[in-house]
C-alpha cells in the first residue's frame, strides 16, 4: 500500500479533529443555554416562583448559596478541622513505562478512587435548596486538602525487573479533595419542588450540562467562551492539515496512476518492438512440421518442460501458461530450444 503513511496521518488527524469539533459544539451548546438559563435569588420568594410553573418546576435555571449540610459532616482525613459534605480520596500510581518504539514514557495510573457524599444544600438568606445527585454534576468543583506524592525508592532487585518489564514504579500520590461546608457555589440545572414542599436542584432532564462550580455565571461564561475559542482554533488546524494530507494522497494517486499507465505503454512498445524484429530474423522457408503448431506462421522456438515438447513460438508461448498443447501435460517452465 503506497499511501499507508498518509492514510494513518489522515486518520490520526481526523479523530482529533472529530473530538476538537465535539468538544467546540459541547462549549457552544453549554454557553447558549447558560446563557439562556435565568439567575434566581435564594429567598422566601422562591418558593412561589416554582410554584407558578407547570409541575412545580424550572428546567434550567442557576442560583448561589453557601454549602450546609443535611445531617453530620464528613471530616477530613488528613486535616480534621476540615469538614464537608463531598469528598473524594484518589490512590494514583505513577510509571515509566517503555513504549513498542523503545522509548520511556511517564504514565500514571488510579489504584483506587473513592467519593463519600452526604445530602446537603446551598443556603442563603435562611433558605435552602437541597442538592440532588451532585456526582452527576458536569463539573464539580473541590478543595484540594492534601496531596502527596510519596517517591518509590527501587532496589537493584527492581532495576533489574523494570529493565525486563518495562515497566518502573516512580510512586504513589494520594489526593484528598473536599467540598467544604461554607463554600459559596453556584449552582445551575433543573429547580424542582418536591412533595414534601422543599425546593431542589437536580441534574436537567432537558440535556443541559449540570454545574456546581465556585465561579460565577458570568466567569463561567467567559471560561466556557475561551474554551470555544481555543476549540475553533484547533478545528481550523487540524482541518487544515486534514485537506493537505487529502491532497497529498491525491496528488500521488494521480502520479503513481501516471506512471503505470507510462510503463505499460512502454512496456508494449518494447514487446511490439521485440515481436516485429523476431519476424524479421526468421527463416521464412520451414515446412508444415518446424511451425508453431499455434499460429502455424513462425518457427517453433520453446521447449516445454517436464514434456520436452517443442511446439510453440515464443510468441504463443507467452500466452499458453497452464497445458502442453500436444499432450496437455501441465507446464512447469518454458525455455528457448536451441538448434531445433
Ligand atoms: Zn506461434
Ligand atoms: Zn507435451
Known sequence: ME????????????????????????????????????YLEINKDLHEI??????NKLSYVSIRGSVK?????????????????????????????RSTAGFWTDSERIIQEVHNVMPFALEDKGIQIEICDPLAADVLDMDVISDNFRPTVPSVIDHIWSFFAGVRQRGVQSTEKMLR?????????ELVSG????????PP?????????????????????????????????FGSIALVLSGLIVRKYIKLKKE???????????????????????????DENQLCVVCKTNPKEMI???????????????????????????INYKHVAYGI
Do not use: W
Open 3 to 38: 499511501y499507508i503513511a498518509e492514510t494513518i496521518a489522515l486518520g490520526i488527524d481526523s479523530l482529533i479533529l472529530a473530538t476538537c469539533i465535539k468538544q467546540y459544539y459541547k462549549n457552544k451548546n453549554a454557553m447558549a443555554m447558560i446563557q439562556g438559563a435565568p
Open 50 to 55: 416554582v410554584a407558578t410553573h407547570p409541575e
Open 69 to 97: 449540610p443535611l445531617g453530620n459532616p464528613i471530616l477530613s482525613n488528613s486535616n480534621p478541622t476540615v469538614s464537608g459534605v463531598i469528598q473524594l480520596l484518589r490512590i494514583k500510581e505513577h510509571v515509566i513505562k
Open 181 to 189: 461546608i461554607g463554600t459559596t457555589i453556584t449552582g445551575i440545572g
Open 195 to 202: 412533595k414534601d414542599g422543599h425546593l431542589k436542584l437536580q
Open 205 to 237: 432532564a432537558n440535556g443541559g450540562p449540570f454545574y456546581l462550580t465556585n465561579m460565577r455565571v458570568t466567569s463561567l461564561i467567559k471560561k466556557l467562551d475561551g474554551s470555544k475559542k481555543n476549540y475553533r482554533i484547533l478545528c481550523i488546524i
Open 260 to 286: 503505470k499507465e507510462a510503463a505499460e505503454k512502454q512496456r508494449a512498445q518494447l514487446e511490439l518492438s521485440r515481436r516485429e524484429r523476431r519476424r524479421q530474423i526468421r527463416d521464412e522457408d520451414l
Open 304 to 330: 516445454l518442460i517436464p514434456c520436452g515438447h517443442v511446439c510453440l513460438c515464443e510468441d504463443c508461448s507467452a500466452d499458453i501458461t497452464e497445458n502442453c498443447p500436444i499432450c496437455r501435460t501441465e
